[in-house]
């Protein structure tokens, strides 16, 4: 391993969101790790935006609560791109206020260029949907809003 290759390295990590990191090659290892500022959280930012989801879940679940009726959430379960019909279906697209079947298909995650059709584990109405249209999604990210009767 040369110098140049070692300063590479060092450069990329400084403009990088990491703090460390560690190779070997044959007999020589490398191992660069960075104090963070003072200025700078020493968080993941995708940790933080599932926490942050979950907590966000919860609280329209609590809010959503009234005489009998509330709502679950149906959330991505693999990081893709969210369509809310199946190409090889041609199923319609739910809407606001269709009823809607537990195991039914709700919508399809594009993920590297296979479809996976994704199922509402809940029976009753569409409520919301909160994802758009061939955009990416990320896992746990919420996509519909179903209100279910107790």
Request: with cysteine; aromatic share 8%.
């Amino acid at each position: 391993m040369n110098v140049n290759t070692i300063k590479s390295f060092i450069k990329f990590i400084k403009q990088s969101r990491y703090n460390e990191f560690s190779m070997k090659d044959g007999d020589v290892s490398l191992k660069i790790k960075f104090r963070p500022r003072e200025d700078e959280s020493e968080t993941i930012q995708g940790i933080d935006n599932l926490a942050a989801a979950k907590d966000q879940r919860a609280a329209e679940a609590t809010r959503d609560k009234k005489d009998g009726e509330f709502c679950k959430i149906i959330t991505a379960p693999i990081v893709g791109r969210f369509y809310s019909t199946m190409t090889s279906d041609k199923l319609a697209p739910i809407k606001k206020g269709d009823a809607v079947k537990k195991s039914q298909t709700v919508c399809m995650i594009e993920a590297m260029n296979i479809e996976h059709e994704i199922s509402s584990p809940y029976s009753g109405v569409m409520e919301e949907m909160l994802a758009d249209e061939g955009a990416p999604v990320m896992f746990g990210q919420p996509l519909f809003k179903i209100r279910i009767n107790n």
